[in-house]
């Protein structure tokens, strides 16, 4: 009965549903032809390529791939797709009906002496009986409301998605930059070991001067002074690699201790032209585009969902089942019994509903704005790479000829020392500015190859 009772409110359905509420379009954006500091258009970008390819380290490469297999927050980022996916398994179950079993055994006992005033003193006014049966309820989704918060939910699975490949993205890029800043201090590292060892053997010859009557007391100090400049900044660098590595072990799901080494920051070389390709590109590969995409298409679902609730809802119940004094009675025919009725509930008065409806517009306009601002905050992070490495680019080169410069500035101003032409201090000098450009042009390699990571990140390169 129940089956053939549902054949009509089924046609109903099929003919007379509709989702009501806006349908999402991609909102236009206002987008350059090129990006600000790029030589020009072109379709071929530096995202193309493979995170693993940019420098070329195998070390880099497997510390890439143990990050991607342990960090935590990879792991979590994993485990809020599987609630999405799960919430939205929740939501579209709202389309279909619930069915459930029930059972029940009552008995009863009345007072001969209470309310029944005309019965006889041995009546008995006890009763015992079992029901059984299948309950039925399904909510007819006439208005899309369901439709709607499954789409909402779909929107919101996808964004965490895309929130998970962003961890990602970020993980890469922080281990990238962690590494190449591991390998630069173990550069200023070497730099300053070398530094001392020459200080120390600059400072036993003015001792040994100094015991001839060749030098005096100042020269002395003064070689103290840059022997002691460099021991000093041996002790800081270590204490920065020591962080450094705790720091990587941390985004490697490990415990403290020594991070392997692959190239020196010497070794490491990016590719010569580093093409951004074009701006539109960046809808389709930045996770945090998709996502506040996403987070703008579940809005707006969420707007037909609320107006949805201004329409009149019709449900369906049902039972089927039996009712019996016995157990044995419980399947018979004249035990059967069965309900069927259709609920419909027209809102009439309810002032929450038009503030729901509101306030879901207002968030669609939230999400809106929050989508626009994160493409303009994209353009702005391709620009700034761009702008990074051309000039760290350029300043790194120079200071590569002021290295080269004071480099033979030493060796004059020692030849002149050891000929009596010139004092220690021209020595001590042109060795200080020597230690100080080495540890600056080092700093800048470093800034230049990190450059190289934010542009393939701020461009939504592929890291796996």
């Not at 799901?253 to 010569?272: N, S, Y």
């Not at 039996?322 to 419909?344: D, H, I, K, W, Y």
């Not at 809106?368 to 680019?393: C, F, G, M, N, W």
Request: charged share 20%; glycine share 8%.
């Amino acid at each position: 009965m129940i089956r053939r009772a549902l054949v009509p409110f089924g046609l109903i359905l099929g003919l007379s549903g509709c989702l009501v509420g806006p349908n999402y379009h991609r909102p236009p954006t206002a987008l350059p032809d090129q990006f600000h500091g790029s030589a020009g258009q072109n379709a071929a970008s530096l995202a193309d390529r493979k995170w693993f390819d940019l420098f070329q380290d195998d070390t880099l490469k497997q510390l890439g791939d143990t990050a991607l297999g342990q960090n935590f927050d990879v792991r979590i980022a994993a485990e809020r797709v599987l609630e999405a996916r799960a919430q939205l398994g929740i939501t579209r179950a709202g389309l279909l009906p619930t069915l459930d079993a029930q059972g029940s055994y009552t008995t009863t006992r009345s007072s001969t002496i209470g309310s029944f005033p005309f019965l006889g003193s041995n009546t008995n006014l006890s009763s015992t009986y079992t029901q059984a049966g299948l309950q039925f309820n399904w909510e007819l989704d006439l208005w899309g409301r369901v439709r709607r918060l499954s789409e909402a939910a779909r929107a919101q699975y996808l964004a965490s998605e895309e929130a998970q490949h962003g961890v990602v993205v970020s993980l890469i890029s922080d281990l990238t930059t962690a590494y190449l800043s591991l390998r630069e201090l173990d550069l200023e590292l070497k730099i300053s070991q070398q530094t001392r060892d020459i200080a120390q053997d600059n400072l036993r010859l003015i001792q040994l001067r100094k015991q001839r009557g060749a030098a005096n007391g100042l020269e002395v100090h003064q070689a103290e002074q840059f022997l002691y400049t460099a021991t000093a900044q041996i002790a800081g660098v270590q204490r920065a690699i020591a962080e450094t590595e705790d720091a990587l072990n941390l985004l490697l799901g490990k415990a403290p201790g020594e991070v392997p080494r692959g190239k020196a920051l010497e070794e490491i070389v990016a590719a010569a032209e580093l093409p951004p390709g074009l701006p539109s590109s960046l809808l389709e590969r930045r996770p945090d585009v998709r996502q506040a995409e996403d987070n703008l298409i579940a809005a707006n679902a969420e707007i037909g969902a609320a107006r949805a609730l201004l329409f009149p809802q019709l449900s369906l119940t049902g039972f089927l089942g039996s009712q019996s004094r016995s157990l044995a009675g419980m399947f018979t025919g004249p035990a059967r019994m069965e309900n069927f009725g259709p609920t419909v509930v027209l809102p009439l008065f309810h002032a929450e509903l038009r503030s729901g409806v509101r306030l879901t517009e207002a968030q669609e306009r939230e999400m809106l704005l929050a989508y626009q601002k994160t493409i303009y905050t994209a353009l702005r992070e391709v620009s700034d790479a761009l702008a990074a490495h051309d000039r760290t680019r350029d300043e790194r080169a120079e200071q590569e000829k002021l290295v080269t410069a004071l480099s033979e500035s030493v060796r004059l101003s020692n030849l002149r020392y050891r000929g009596g032409l010139d004092s220690y201090l021209q020595v001590l000098d042109a060795e200080r500015n020597l230690f100080a450009g080495q540890l600056t042009l080092a700093q800048l390699r470093l800034l230049e190859l990190e450059s190289v990571s934010q542009l393939y990140r701020a461009l939504g390169g592929g890291w796996l």
